[in-house]
């Protein structure tokens, strides 16, 4: 069974930063950070195969966010720059033990992790 758990959300001013980090017990093979909020769908953040060095960005994702995977310690992590108040939201992690390429697509993902709640205030 995999297991994620994230961490590092926390509340910003708009144009602040942070890192999102979300540790995995097994290996998995897909990897991506999705988010969602009250008044949104979910939506596919940023998702990236291990190994690779071609990550896969949501538009609202890009330019802004670079999402990294440190294969040696098997955690995952999103940092967030330049945040704006429609960047609040939970940010949850998932994976597949699929080798595929990225996709931002929620069923891919078996795995979830609980989420972290990110705050930007204008």
């Known amino acids: 069974q995999v297991q994620l758990m994230e961490s590092g959300g926390g509340s910003v001013q708009a144009g602040g930063t942070l890192r999102l980090t979300c540790r995995i017990n097994?290996?998995?093979?897909?990897m991506a950070w999705f988010r969602q909020s009250p008044q949104k769908e979910r939506e596919g953040v940023a998702a990236i195969r291990r190994g690779s060095n071609s990550p896969l960005y949501g538009d609202s994702a890009k330019g802004r966010f670079t999402i990294a995977f440190d294969s040696s310690r098997n955690i995952l992590y999103l940092h967030l720059n330049n945040l704006k108040p429609d960047d609040t939201g939970l940010y949850t992690c998932?994976?597949?033990?699929?080798?595929?390429?990225?996709?931002?697509?929620?069923?891919?993902?078996?795995?979830w992790g609980q989420g972290t709640q990110v705050t930007v205030s204008s």
């Open positions: 998932a994976a597949s033990s699929i080798d595929e390429r990225p996709i931002l697509s929620a069923q891919k993902y078996n795995y």
């Open positions: 097994r290996h998995a093979s897909l």
